[in-house]
């Protein structure tokens, strides 16, 4: 959202957004593409060095450390020696666990929570919490594939997003546990919705802590306060490492299915980033079923799609942007529960990807999380059954919208025509490697919100009159059977990226030019699907042929990206990975 972007600004330069505000909401339409494209590079030219005409002045805190005293430490690179067949007598364990974000004393004087994904001016700014509308949670899977070489741990949390240096606190505080229980790998994901607690420190308090982190930055006097409340944090951190050994303790053996189904474009929406039209339409669903049959089964869900409904301030909602939520993803999980399951959510390449409509009106934002989740949740339940199986089973149809709520809205009913998926079993074999990237950071506006302190993040540093900046995070690359090939990225990844796309290309990006690297399925195969902000939550990654930081034209996301050479540096990165594992 524009809004994220504005937010980011807003940490730099105070008062900026009375200019920035009016440029991004410019209407560019009547406007023809070459235009657009010289105007907007244009534009880039001019905000790239107005910033770094600021970041010139602003002095470094004690998250640049420089590179011959760098350490990168609480990293695993999963599971070893790939295997192409299951061990002998080899059969799959997991273990689930789930709890919530939001802390019984919330309300409590010692928190400053704000909502994570939203500034907006109809709050002044503020988006502090009010209500909790329905959970923020942590969802944890722990996998086994009986081929002794450890388990793989997955934890997810409903947030905007998890920096590297949280995932690896949280590694750190498990590291005893780890070794005595031969953990391979600990993989801290964020599902990014846009209303849960702040975990990143970008929506925090601004009119308090950040003209303090700017006159810091600007006067090299005083020490820089992150944005992230501290209080909070060590409430996540404990409760998401509480829950990872909840599941690791709690593993039990079973078989695994796999299925995955394309819903349509109908049920996604790539509404701001016009130069980009790729767009993953399929859900993919792992179910797990215990041999213990008194125990639940779990559904691992990968869809990509943002989780943003919730947060946004609206005049005709008397939340107004001040309610936790686990936003569409909460939903889902209610209806799997409903149905008998235990749930874990993975999200995917999601850079400009919305949710679409299910035509039913809802008067608050939060129905509208309420109808998408509900109804990509009985997709999920339907997605091997027939049209008359899905009629006569009694749980979906009892979920249906009502006629009140479908009274003047052209609604069909999702299962309608609806052909059902293949549900194949999968062989015990969880192949994991992951690797470690180091990033130039060359935005002027990401090296100063470092230099402002608010996110967690350490930033190496090099040289003497001319700095460089390097961040370093991690990729990977997972098999799961002979079923899923999946790609772990630490962002928000533009889905071209993924499977190809317009703005790979001279005619569709800003410059003219083809993107020069390889998509995630040109690497590993065509049927590679994304895990994306994992293990961090690097901003957006987008083809650096069409990296514009013009604020406009639909290229706002580059406001909140490392650089423009963080898709090919990534991109190189993976393909070295697929090298390795060969």
């Not at 005049?315 to 993803?329: E, L, T, W």
């Not at 749930?343 to 129905?367: E, H, K, L, Q, T």
């Not at 002979?482 to 630490?490: C, E, G, L, Y």
Request: aromatic share 10%; charged share 20%.
């Amino acid at each position: 959202m524009k809004k994220k972007a504005i937010a980011l600004l807003l940490s730099i330069v105070m008062l900026f957004s009375a200019t920035a505000l009016p440029a991004s909401a410019i209407d560019f339409e009547s406007a023809s593409e070459p235009v657009t494209k010289v105007l907007g590079k244009a534009l880039g030219a001019v905000f790239t060095g107005f910033v770094s005409v600021l970041n010139a002045f602003m002095g470094e805190n004690d998250k640049f450390v420089e590179a011959d005293e760098y350490v990168y430490d609480n990293f695993y690179e999963g599971t070893g020696e790939f295997i192409s067949q299951a061990k002998p007598g080899a059969t799959w364990s997991l273990g689930q666990a789930q709890a919530s974000l939001v802390p019984e004393d919330w309300q409590d004087e010692k928190y400053d929570l704000y909502l994570g994904g939203f500034i907006s001016e109809q709050n002044f700014f503020t988006n502090d919490v009010r209500e909790i509308l329905d959970d923020m949670k942590v969802r944890v899977i722990a996998m086994d594939d009986g081929s002794g070489r450890g388990t793989s741990v997955f934890a997810t949390i409903d947030s905007i997003g998890i920096a590297n240096g949280d995932a690896r606190i949280i590694r750190a505080m498990l590291s005893d546990y780890a070794k005595e229980n031969n953990i391979n790998s600990i993989n801290i994901f964020s599902t990014h919705t846009h209303s849960g607690i702040d975990t990143q420190g970008l929506w925090t308090e601004i009119f308090r802590k950040w003209p303090k982190n700017i006159m810091a930055a600007f006067t090299r006097i005083g020490e820089t306060e992150q944005g992230t409340d501290p209080e909070y944090m060590d409430f996540l951190y404990n409760t998401v490492t509480a829950a990872i050994k909840n599941a690791v303790d709690n593993m039990e053996a079973g078989m695994m299915t796999y299925a995955k189904k394309d819903i349509g474009a109908e049920y996604f929406n790539n509404k701001n980033r016009p130069s980009a039209d790729g767009l993953d339409t399929e859900l993919r669903k792992l179910t797990f079923y215990p041999s213990n049959k008194s125990s639940r089964p779990t559904i691992i869900l990968n869809m990509s799609s943002h989780p943003d409904v919730v947060g946004l301030a609206t005049a005709s909602d008397p939340v107004k942007g001040h309610g936790v939520s686990g936003d569409y993803i909460y939903y889902i999980g209610e209806t799997l529960n409903g149905a008998g399951y235990d749930f874990m959510f993975f999200n995917g390449a999601i850079a400009g990807i919305y949710i679409g409509s299910v035509d039913v009106d809802a008067p608050r934002r939060v129905d509208t999380a309420d109808n998408y989740g509900t109804e990509i949740g009985k997709m999920v339940l339907g997605m091997t059954m027939s049209e008359e199986e899905i009629k006569a089973n009694e749980y979906l149809m009892s979920l249906n919208f009502t006629e009140e709520q479908t009274a003047g809205h052209n609604y069909t009913p999702w299962y309608e025509g609806w052909v059902p998926a293949k549900e194949e079993t999968v062989e015990p074999i969880l192949n994991l490697k992951l690797k470690t990237v180091e990033v130039p950071v060359t935005n002027p506006v990401i090296k100063a919100a470092g230099k402002l302190g608010v996110v967690n993040y350490t930033i190496k540093c090099s040289g003497l009159i001319k700095r460089d900046y390097i961040v370093t995070t991690e990729i990977g690359y997972m098999e799961i059977g002979k079923s899923m090939q999946i790609a772990f990225v630490p962002g928000e990844f533009c889905a071209d990226l993924w499977n190809g796309g317009s703005s790979l290309t001279a005619e569709g990006s800003i410059h003219e030019t083809a993107f020069e690297g390889k998509t995630i399925t040109e690497i590993f195969g065509e049927d590679t699907v994304v895990f994306g902000l994992a293990n961090d939550a690097v901003g957006y990654i987008v083809p650096d042929n069409d990296y514009c930081m013009c604020l406009a034209f639909g290229h706002y996301h580059e406001t909140l990206s490392l650089g423009e050479k963080t898709a090919s540096t990534l991109m190189s990165a993976y393909e070295a990975l697929a090298e390795e594992i060969k």
